[in-house]
């Protein structure tokens, strides 16, 4: 692991959106002013979700240079284009549709009625493809070093849609896979896997509310990624969680400073 987690606790979940937010435009100015272009890989889900939308309604989104901005996702709900469960549909309804991307820099997961058809594998194949493609030498390998990857945890600690157990967690070789009987619907998805994760600069990993207060405590007690995947989750050069009280209530406070509340 690179490094030892950082933790930030908040109030709550609409203050830990804002705060987060806030957090990425300034990552984003920042790669952007370094190196003219950033990478940002979505994740959906409530607290996913929460954080675009306080982006959306923050003023210095306008800092955000949108048209030199590439947009990757963790995971997808194979369904079909538009589906209101896609995390992508979620996504343009939240921000997407408000700022002024560039359409050829929104790398939108395969829909089970696109080119791939209705096979999962063959679409998480194509978004592998895809990736490689724009990993650059510097990258180091076959997906490109995004800016930060964040990802939601779920009440199971599975994070993307590598839930703990399934074969997607185990994978070390391929960067995107069809995830086939997945415990939460629908049971078709496809996800990048951990090596993918890995490659990433910062990984943010975003829990709030009572429900996942287990699942973050095990995550960060020692816990193997295979059983625990948000434990396998961490960024080359940071890993940040970020919380709000109740997700961190059954963590002992030593690990975090009550400043950070």
Known sequence: MTGVPQLVVHRDKELMAQAAAARLITKIVDAQAARGDASVVLTGGRNGN???????????????DWSRLDLWWGDERFLPEGDPER??????????DAVP????????????????????????????????????????????EFDVLMLGVGPDTHVASLFPELPGVR???RTVV???????????RVSLTLPAIRAAREVWLLAAGEDKA?????????????????AGA????????????AAASRLPRALYPPASA
């Open 87 to 96: 995390n992508v549909t979620q996504a343009r309804e939240a921000l997407l």
């Open 234 to 245: 961490y960024g080359r050069a940071r890993t940040l969680w970020l919380l709000d009280a």
């Open 171 to 173: 994978e070390t070789e």
């Open 101 to 144: 991307l560039d359409p050829s820099r929104v790398h939108v997961m395969p829909a089970s009625d696109g080119p791939h058809g209705p096979d999962a594998d063959a679409a998480a194949a194509g978004y592998a493809a895809e990736l490689a493609a724009a990993a650059a030498p510097q990258d180091h390998g076959p997906v490109p």
């Open 178 to 188: 069809g995830v086939h009987g997945a415990p939460k619907p629908p049971p078709v």
């Open 214 to 230: 287990e699942a973050v405590a095990i995550a960060l007690s020692g816990a193997g990624e295979v059983q625990a995947p948000a």
């Open 50 to 64: 929460g954080l675009l939308a306080a982006l959306a309604a923050a003023p210095a989104r306008d800092a955000v």
